[in-house]
């Protein structure tokens, strides 16, 4: 992504490091909590989630305690859940795989840790985890760039989004297909605007004046010659009753 020409990158949403910071901020305005911890992988997308938690958490009032790595495959984590718990952390960042993440915050309720508050980005911003059965996942908070599909499902966009889809497809509609249509309708949207005569040039002037609302996913669009991330908000959400709840916005 960091290979020229770089003026020909566009993002859809805030990175997971913005994401980690808002997060942060929220749960120690919201709870006054102070002591925050970090899981990950050790790759790109596990340090830049690390790294956000080390970097800014006395930005948002908070001290950095501890950490802990994983690989890709790691399925058992009472050791360190464990590790973190006596290490006295308040707030758990997490830059893990779905299944992975899933089973840390099932395994900290084994244990008796309640009182912990386990924040994930976009990355496990997802139905499936809030859907867990038995309410595994029930107070798992999450920073990401839109809201989540089927808690608006009786809304106005989302709903008909959902009924075309399932009629179009025969098959449910989620989270990952409205992402895709945004996508593709902001492409189309920068299409109408660069007209006919289409160049590189003129597509890319096009999509650096794109500003819209969307409605189906309840945030701002918004490019600039300066700015090629389109969404800026980040939202914040918890799962309760297998569904994600909008919590806060930044």
């Not at 003026?7 to 709870?31: C, H, I, P, W």
């Not at 952390?89 to 508050?117: H, N």
């Not at 010659?225 to 569904?243: C, F, K, R, W």
Request: glycine content about 8%; aromatic content about 10%.
């Amino acid at each position: 992504m960091l290979q020229e020409p770089v003026d020909n990158k566009f993002t859809g949403f805030s990175s997971y490091y913005d994401q980690t910071v808002a997060g942060m901020r929220y749960l120690a305005n919201e709870y006054k909590l102070t002591k925050v911890c970090t899981m990950y992988l050790p790759t790109d997308f596990g340090l830049e989630i690390s790294e956000a938690t080390k970097e800014q958490a006395e930005a948002v009032g908070m001290t950095f305690v501890s950490e802990t790595t994983h690989k890709p495959d790691e399925q058992e984590f009472v050791g360190a859940v464990q590790k973190l718990r006596a290490d006295g952390c308040e707030v758990v960042t997490m830059a893990l795989g779905v299944r992975a993440g899933i089973t840390v915050v099932g395994t900290a309720k084994q244990l008796g840790w309640t009182d912990v508050k386990f924040l994930a980005t976009s990355a496990g911003f997802l139905e499936a985890v809030a859907a867990v059965p038995g309410g595994v996942t029930d107070g798992l908070y999450a920073a990401s760039g839109w809201v989540d599909l089927q808690a608006r499902r009786e809304d106005e966009a989302p709903a008909k989004f959902i009924a075309e889809y399932e009629a179009a497809f025969g098959q449910p509609a989620t989270g990952f297909a409205m992402l895709g249509y945004n996508a593709a309708e902001t492409v189309v949207r920068a299409l109408e605007a660069a007209g006919p005569d289409l160049t590189q040039d003129s597509f890319r002037n096009a999509l650096e004046n794109l500003e819209y609302y969307s409605d189906l996913l309840d945030t701002q669009i918004k490019y600039s010659p300066d700015n090629h991330q389109g969404a800026n908000d980040i939202t914040i959400s918890v799962v309760e009753n297998g569904l994600w709840k909008l919590v806060g916005r930044e």
